[in-house]
C-alpha cells in the first residue's frame, strides 16, 4: 500500500485469483475571478497543486487553504499574493477540519484535534511562526468536527457552531451567548453582523441580543463566507447577498466549483477551488494456495 493510497468501492474478487480496485484521485486547484464574472479564472500557483482546498482571504490580502499531503493528512498554508510567498505553518492538527482567519490578520483560526491533548475545537494559530495556541477545545468534541470559526480583532470573542446553534463564546469571561439555530454561518468582517442559513433563507442578525434581522430569500445555501462580500453557495451555484437590503444576485462560476469560496477583503475578486474526482479501475492477479 503506498502513501495516499485511497480505494474506492466496490472491490472484490474473481473466481479466477484476480482482485478488482479503484484508486480515486482529486485533482483540484485553486483559482481567481472577478465577482462580476467578467475575464476567465486566474490560476493560483502552488507548491503542492491538485490538492488544496477551501481557501479563505484575510483582512490583509492574504489567503490561506489547507493542502493535502498524503495518508489524509492535511497542512495548513499561507500565501501572499503580491510575492508568492508560500509558506506552510507547523500547526500540526490531526485532523485539520477548516481555517479562517482571525479578523486582525496576525492568526489563523484552525478547527481541529491536537493529537497531544486529545481535544477537538479552535485553535489560534500565528501566521508568521505558526505557533499554536487552544482557543476552546474539549475533549468530548472528538467526535464532532470543528466547523469554520470565527475571532473577533480583539481575540476575546469566537464564534462557532455546535449541536445546532451559533454561538459566541467570550474566551475571558468564558461565558456564551446563543446568536440562532443554525449550522451555517458566516460572521461580517467587523463582528458587528451574522448571516445563518435556514432551510428556506439566509437571515442577517445585528444589533442588541443579535434581535435586529434582515432576510434575503435563499433556500438550501450549503456554504455562507463573509470577506469584503457575504457570499453563499451551494453544491457549484455561487450568489452576492447585500446585508442591508437581502438582495441576491447570481455570480457565474465555473461548473466545478467545490465547496469553499471567499472574497478579497476590497470585495472585487473572489478565491474559490475548481476540479474533480476520478477513479481508475485496476485488477491484481493474486496467487491464492
Known amino acids: 500500500e503506498r502513501e495516499g493510497f485511497r480505494a474506492a468501492r466496490p472491490w472484490g474478487w474473481a473466481a479466477n485469483g484476480d482482485w478488482f480496485y479503484a484508486v480515486r484521485a482529486e485533482k483540484t486547484e485553486l483559482v481567481v475571478l472577478g465577482v ?85 475545537g479552535w485553535w489560534r494559530v500565528d501566521a508568521e511562526s505558526g505557533r499554536m495556541s487552544e482557543l476552546f477545545a474539549e475533549r468530548e468534541f472528538a467526535g464532532e468536527a ?20 451559533v454561538r459566541a463564546r467570550d474566551l475571558v469571561a468564558r461565558t456564551e451567548e446563543r446568536i440562532a439555530t443554525a449550522s451555517r454561518f458566516a460572521v461580517a468582517p467587523n463582528g458587528q453582523a451574522v448571516a445563518v442559513a435556514e432551510a428556506e433563507r439566509v437571515v442577517i442578525h445585528s444589533g442588541a441580543a443579535w434581535k435586529d434581522t434582515v432576510n434575503a430569500a435563499l433556500g438550501g445555501a450549503t456554504e455562507l463566507s463573509w470577506g469584503g462580500r457575504l457570499l453563499a453557495g451551494k453544491e457549484s451555484q455561487l450568489w452576492t447577498i447585500d446585508p442591508l437590503s437581502g438582495q441576491v444576485r447570481v455570480v457565474r462560476v465555473p461548473r466545478n466549483r467545490l465547496p469553499g469560496v471567499s472574497a478579497h477583503p476590497a470585495g472585487d475578486r473572489i478565491v474559490m477551488a475548481v476540479g474533480e474526482t476520478a477513479a481508475d479501475l485496476f485488477s491484481v492477479r493474486i496467487a491464492v494456495r
Open 36 to 120: 462580476d464574472g467578467g475575464g476567465p479564472p486566474e490560476r493560483v500557483a502552488t507548491r503542492f497543486p491538485s490538492a488544496n482546498r477551501n481557501p479563505v482571504w484575510g483582512p490583509d490580502g492574504r489567503l490561506a487553504y489547507m493542502s493535502e499531503r498524503g495518508g489524509g493528512r492535511r497542512a495548513l498554508v499561507t500565501r501572499d499574493l503580491s510575492n508568492n510567498e508560500e509558506r506552510e505553518l507547523a500547526a500540526r492538527l490531526e485532523p485539520l477540519d477548516s481555517v479562517t482567519w482571525a479578523a486582525n490578520a496576525k492568526a489563523l483560526v484552525a478547527g481541529g484535534m491536537d493529537p497531544k491533548s486529545g481535544k477537538r
Open 146 to 165: 470543528a466547523a469554520a470559526g470565527f475571532l473577533t480583532a480583539d481575540g476575546r470573542t469566537l464564534f462557532y457552531a455546535r449541536g445546532g446553534e
